[in-house]
């Protein structure tokens, strides 16, 4: 039931880009993006609530394919500051349920 | 920052305790719920409480008890825990909209740690 992400974990050199994909067995209805860092709490970045819907968030961005029931996370030009690690949550459709993924790590090195 | 407050931020228990973990939210939100992050396991969702009634509880074991005595309010009951129950657990609340369930951010407290001997 748990929204599967990949890649598991992702080493970057300063400047270099990626992207994180999630993907849902269940009918969504909304995807969170969350990025934790090491011995802190989950902090929110985005919120994807339409199918099709792209949103950015400085130089990070997503989509979200309700169809497809998958999320995808772009991380452009990343810096230091990005690393940490990155959870996608799932709003299962007609619940008050948000399941997190199971979570990308990401370290960006200069 | 967030503006949810959780106590303790750690805690060791034996196996035969009974302790309580609390939470606290000032944001106006009517909607709060406890995850589990252990070490090898992501976010698990333990129970959604939505104005105030629990709507989910995930199957989790019968050791773990919650309360939510207003919409301000979380607590977590642990009793007779096992050495697996050892997690970060955090707290976290939202705004939930009306019409087809939508659930605005998520605001996190900072987390128990919590140890089990």
């Known amino acids: 039931q748990q929204p599967v992400q990949s890649p598991q974990a992702v080493i970057l050199r300063e400047g270099e880009d990626a992207v994180i994909n999630c993907s849902s067995s269940?009918?969504?209805?909304?995807v969170h993006w969350y990025r934790q860092k090491h011995g802190e709490a989950p902090v929110f970045l985005m919120i994807?609530?339409?199918?099709?819907e792209q949103k950015g968030h400085e130089k990070i961005s997503a989509s979200f394919n309700e169809k497809k029931q998958q999320s995808s996370l772009y991380l452009t030009a990343s810096q230091l500051s990005y690393s940490g690690t990155y959870f996608c949550?799932?709003?299962?459709?007609?619940?008050?349920?948000?399941?997190f993924g199971t979570g990308t790590r990401l370290q960006v090195f200069p | 920052e967030t503006g949810v407050t959780q106590t303790p931020r750690h805690l060791v228990m034996g196996m035969t305790n009974k302790k309580s973990l609390k939470c606290e939210q000032h944001?106006?939100?009517?909607?709060m719920y406890w995850y589990k992050q252990s070490a090898k396991k992501p976010l698990e969702l333990m129970f959604v409480?939505?104005?105030?009634?629990?709507?989910e509880n995930n199957s989790v074991p019968s050791r773990f008890s919650p309360e939510c005595p207003n919409s301000s309010h979380l607590f977590l009951h642990l009793h007779t825990l096992q050495p697996e129950d050892s997690a970060l657990y955090l707290c976290?609340?939202?705004?939930?909209?009306?019409?087809?369930?939508?659930?605005?951010?998520?605001?996190f407290g900072e987390g128990s740690r919590l140890t089990v001997l």
């Open positions: 976290a609340s939202s705004l939930l909209t009306s019409g087809e369930s939508s659930t605005g951010e998520l605001f």
């Open positions: 269940k009918a969504l209805y909304s």
């Open positions: 409480y939505s104005l105030e009634e629990r709507v």
């Open positions: 944001l106006g939100h009517n909607a």
């Open positions: 949550g799932m709003l299962i459709k007609n619940t008050d349920k948000l399941i």
């Open positions: 994807l609530l339409k199918g099709g």
